[in-house]
């Protein structure tokens, strides 16, 4: 099993409202990603991290924002919520210099976000 | 990274061995071939990678062409609860980046 851990896993929010989608992980990993993904649809990397005080935007453009103020913990904000926001976002993490070839990256269970 | 080639869905048997396809043929000499599934409204999850050696864990077999590219993916005896979507990845083992995950293999286990 994964120790990594991702709050609320359902959330539905009314349009404008402020939202922080909340990652944590216990395996002491350095990289840290958040995905988005729309029902039946690939995986798009929208942010990721190399470890404290490092965020990257990743290829698909989002309107969120990241922090990694604690190596175990990368939240991901949305300012002003809007319809379009609607989808699953997951999270995940991986050891910047794995020991042992364990290089997989470890996802969290999502959280499935609408916006109405 | 380089992009790779699954059907969008195959079926298979409870209790047979299910072989899930993957092309890769612009792969380069020090990328890795990994495999992922994600099973409905759950988080990707980790299933088997290799370089060029075949390679079997607990969970399943990972076959790699000798041109490495084209891999397959073997389920030894597939059960109701493999059904979701497989993902053949290739990307490079310390890849400071990211995973490409492509639209993948909805495999469909039935009794």
């Known amino acids: 099993e994964a120790d990594i851990y991702q709050t609320p896993r359902y959330l539905v929010i009314g349009t404008g409202k402020k939202i922080t989608l909340e990652c944590s992980q216990t395996?002491?990993?350095?990289?840290m990603y958040w995905y988005q993904q729309d029902p039946g649809m690939e995986l798009h990397l929208i942010h990721y991290s190399y470890g404290v005080n490092s965020t990257e935007k990743g290829d698909l453009s989002s309107e969120s924002t990241v922090s990694r103020i604690r190596t175990e913990h990368f939240p991901l904000t949305l300012e002003s919520a809007r319809p379009s926001h609607t989808s699953q976002y997951l999270c995940a993490s991986s050891d910047l210099f794995p020991q042992g070839g364990n290089t997989e990256a470890f996802f969290g269970q999502g959280t499935r976000l609408t916006v109405v | 990274d380089a992009k790779t080639t699954q059907p969008p869905s195959m079926d298979c048997a409870e209790g047979r061995a299910a072989n899930l396809p993957c092309n890769h043929s612009t792969i380069s000499g020090n990328e890795y071939v990994y495999w992922y599934r994600q099973i409905h409204s759950q988080g990707p999850q980790y299933i088997i990678h290799g370089l060029k050696n075949n390679e079997t864990n607990e969970m399943a077999s990972l076959i790699i062409t000798e041109d490495r590219k084209s891999s397959t993916l073997i389920l030894p005896h597939a059960t109701l609860r493999d059904t979701a979507v497989y993902y053949c990845i290739v990307r490079l083992q310390y890849n400071f980046n990211k995973f490409y995950f492509g639209s993948g293999t909805k495999l469909n286990v039935k009794p």
């Open positions: 395996m002491g990993h350095d990289k």
